[in-house]
């Protein structure tokens, strides 16, 4: 049972990043380049992923953790290039640029410390670093959406791929938390996890496969 619903969600997932790196190449992946470069690295990743599956776990391990750190990179690059592209119709724009930012970092770094000298296997500190990252990508997330609310424009398009990049990094939190608190409950908190990066994807592909009014005007 498991293994269907794990190579159904690769099946789905492979279909829909498809779409929205075909959507993207008919122009949008200008005004978007992390978005561009986040669903290539997912694909990439999923299909090494497959790859994978007969190799030791050792491996799997390994390239687990190098995959989530490039994808977790490109999130915080994803989320400062959508604060930078919401702050530019938004009253609020010298928060964005002066506050945002270094707030976030600073509270990772402060998460991090606090853990810096505690006895933890490599998964156990990767997942608690995991969960943190997430966690504040998702407090970037919600001053992303209080900007585009301010606007003077609000930008349509930029609210669905926030809302849906939003909606993915809930449910990772909501998952990693799931998985912490009991093994009873690694699957479900793995199955929304998967649920919600799936419905992101279907949202980026939903806010990208048609273009905005603007740009049907210049056409």
């Known amino acids: 049972m498991r293994l269907a619903l794990q190579y159904g969600a690769w099946a789905i997932g492979l279909w829909l990043n498809l779409r929205v790196i ?7 992946y200008r005004e978007y380049p992390f978005v561009f470069a986040y669903v290539l690295s997912l694909l990439a990743s999923t299909v090494v992923e497959i790859g994978l599956q007969a190799a030791p776990q050792t491996v799997q391990d390994g390239y687990y953790w190098i995959d989530e750190v490039v994808l977790d990179v490109l999130v915080f690059c994803l989320v400062v290039a959508f604060i930078r592209q919401a702050a530019r119709d938004s009253k609020q724009t010298t928060i964005a640029r002066y506050w945002l930012f270094p707030g976030a970092v600073a509270i990772c770094a402060v998460l991090l410390a606090v853990h810096r000298g505690s006895r933890m296997s490599m998964n156990a500190r990767m997942t608690l670093i995991s969960l943190y990252l997430n966690i504040c990508w998702v407090i970037l997330d919600l001053a992303l959406w209080s900007l585009l609310v301010t606007a003077r424009r609000p930008d349509r398009r930029l609210m669905l791929l926030s809302g849906g990049l939003g909606l993915q990094l809930t449910g990772a939190v909501m998952g990693q938390v799931l998985r912490r608190r009991s093994h009873g409950l690694v699957f479900t908190g793995t ?12 949202i980026w592909w939903r806010a990208l496969r048609t273009q ?6 210049l056409a």
């Open 191 to 202: 199955l929304l996890e998967v649920t919600t990066g799936l419905l992101c994807l279907y």
């Open 212 to 217: 905005p009014a603007r740009a049907r005007s």
């Open 22 to 28: 075909s959507a993207l190449m008919r122009g949008s």
